[in-house]
């Protein structure tokens, strides 16, 4: 079983081990000498799983487009109205989307695109993303930026094909790695303007993405007056884990800002730099910023988003102790006693 699913996937392996029960218990019967009708049972179970083969899971909502396994998720694409989304593991969480028909997300995705006004306040030369998934943020910033140089950081050579294959990512300044960012950042990583951390695919989030350790090599990546940006999910009125990741980052950076996305996703980006910046700076910046195209997302986090800095709050996760497990299984079970 350890063999077969990582090599055959969930439901080979489950019809793997149904025709073997049912070959078993055939050879049992025989040997007790049953009658044939009771051979008809491990038929059937032998029958159920053919039957009922297929799709993994259904969509929990929209119309299904694609479904597979890989060594690390269950990936699935759906498309709701003119929108594709890419949903990994529970389904619940949209980790990328693609709308030919309009420019902006109106999600955390077209709010990476506000870092280098916590910076430097110039537009970006050359940006990271680690995390890339199906390349939204990719996009956006080749599609309102311009095609500058991106190095997109996946672990799963899976996802990229889906990124290729549904959500239009061919841009050619987007040099796609697949490979663990923490690895990635620590042995060839170059110098960036914006680092953009989009890895934390919740409930499953890679402690080792969350700690002081990683924000200190991330840094030492940053070109002067750099940002690195990090996208974190969370629940309706509970920002624990957007506390305890932004803390950490304080005891890298001496400025850390958070905006929280609007409308219907729920997610915080924070930004840290270690250039003198104040939430002043960054409005009058993004004001004025002459890409019109920002416009937009500008407003909306202005309106919304509910910029401001952050302080050191005590919390800071290190290799050696990020309860980011223990935190997230609290949030969750706060949201379900919060929902009834």
Do not use: C
Not at 86 to 112: M, Q
Not at 315 to 338: H, K, M
């Amino acid at each position: 079983m350890f063999w077969l699913i990582p090599t055959f996937g969930t439901r080979p392996t489950i019809d793997v081990l149904a025709v073997l029960l049912g070959v078993i218990s055939a050879l049992g019967l025989l040997q007790t000498g049953a009658r044939r009708l009771y051979l008809l049972i491990p038929v059937l179970i032998i029958g159920l799983a053919v039957l009922t083969g297929g799709g993994v899971r259904g969509a929990f909502y929209g119309q299904q487009l694609y479904e597979t396994e890989s060594p690390y998720s269950y990936i699935q694409v759906v498309r709701t109205g003119t929108e594709t989304q890419l949903l990994i593991d529970d389904g619940h969480a949209v980790h990328s989307i693609y709308d030919p028909s309009t420019l902006y997300t109106h999600g955390y995705w077209d709010d990476a695109l506000l870092a280098p006004f916590f910076g430097s306040g110039a537009p970006p030369r050359r940006v990271a993303l680690v995390g890339l998934a199906g390349g939204t943020v990719a996009r956006q910033i080749t599609a309102i930026d311009g095609p500058l140089p991106i190095d997109g950081v996946e672990l799963d050579p899976k996802i990229v094909d889906v990124g290729r294959r549904y959500f239009g990512m061919t841009e050619r300044n987007l040099n796609v790695i697949v490979a663990d960012g923490r690895y990635w950042m620590a042995t060839t990583a170059g110098q960036y303007d914006v680092i953009f951390v989009d890895a934390y695919r919740q409930p499953y989030i890679p402690f080792y993405l969350t700690t002081r350790e990683f924000f200190d090599s991330a840094r030492a990546h940053l070109r002067p007056g750099g940002v690195v940006a990090i996208n974190v999910g969370r629940t309706p009125g509970d920002h624990r884990l957007v506390d305890a990741l932004s803390g950490t980052l304080t005891s890298v950076f001496p400025h850390v800002f958070t905006i929280d996305t609007s409308g219907r996703f729920t997610n915080t980006v924070v930004y840290a730099t270690s250039s003198p910046t104040s939430v002043d700076q960054f409005i009058a910046r993004a004001q004025q910023a002459p890409n019109t195209k920002l416009a937009p997302i500008v407003a909306d986090a202005l309106a919304t988003g509910n910029v401001h800095e952050v302080r050191p709050n005590g919390v800071v996760f290190t290799d050696d102790l990020a309860p980011v497990e223990r935190l997230i299984d609290n949030i969750i079970l706060g949201y379900i006693r919060n929902s009834g």
